[in-house]
């Protein structure tokens, strides 16, 4: 199997809850941050981890009718 380039992703926005089709979204991504919204349960460690990739995951804080706000 030939491996090709990783792919860096600067910023990954998660701004629901899980999808259900995801799985291995960013199986690519060798380094980046992904955001989803804390205080989600979907968002559990096992459901980011099936995302698979390199990602650094970070919660954050979405404020109702405002801008988002990163913890």
């Known amino acids: 199997m030939k491996q090709g380039l990783g792919i860096l992703l600067t910023l990954a926005l998660l701004l629901s809850t899980v999808p259900g089709t995801a799985i291995m979204a960013f199986y690519r991504v060798n380094s980046g941050r992904a955001y989803y919204p804390k205080g ?6 096992s459901v980011r981890q099936s995302y698979g990739g390199m990602l650094t995951w970070v919660a954050y804080w979405q404020a109702e009718n405002t801008s988002h706000m990163f913890t």
């Open 40 to 45: 989600d349960s979907t968002w559990m460690a």
